[in-house]
């Protein structure tokens, strides 16, 4: 199911955990009971990233977002994490200005690994991705 945005959004900055699994439907019912989370069964394809994604919110107020990523394909970046069983992969901060984050992060040695795009899951709000010096991957959200 492609949809334009999700409907939740967390209260903070802090908006999401990024888990990547081999498969969204094998794993969604595991991870919901687990983190004592709902699930709207919305699935976003995002050609641009070359992943299925799906969020779940839990029922704990304040929390972030959980995200699972399901690589779209041989040639999915999470590919052979998936392989490999997946794990924890990311974690997102939404910023009021993506440009400004993105210079603030390459003053402080981060790598920007993916420039500002659209993404399907957040309706065509642009996201870009950077790498710190500690091996933290982060995802930039523009408000």
Request: charged content about 20%; aromatic content about 10%.
């Amino acid at each position: 199911m492609n949809a334009i945005s999700i409907t939740w959004q967390p209260q903070g900055a802090f908006h999401h955990v990024g888990f990547v699994v081999a498969s969204i439907q094998s794993s969604v019912q595991g991870f919901a009971d687990l983190l004592q989370a709902d699930w709207d069964e919305q699935v976003f394809h995002d050609p641009n990233q070359g992943v299925r994604v799906t969020f779940l919110k839990s029922r704990r107020a304040g929390d972030p977002l959980w995200e699972l990523v399901e690589p779209a394909g041989e040639q999915s970046p999470v590919q052979s994490f998936a392989a490999k069983g997946g794990g924890l992969h990311h974690v997102c901060y939404v910023v009021d200005d993506l440009e400004k984050a993105l210079a603030e992060a390459r003053l402080l040695k981060a790598i920007v690994t993916r420039q500002p795009m659209p993404a399907v899951a957040f309706g065509g709000r642009r996201i870009a991705w950077i790498y710190t010096r500690n091996r933290l991957l982060i995802e930039y959200l523009e408000r």
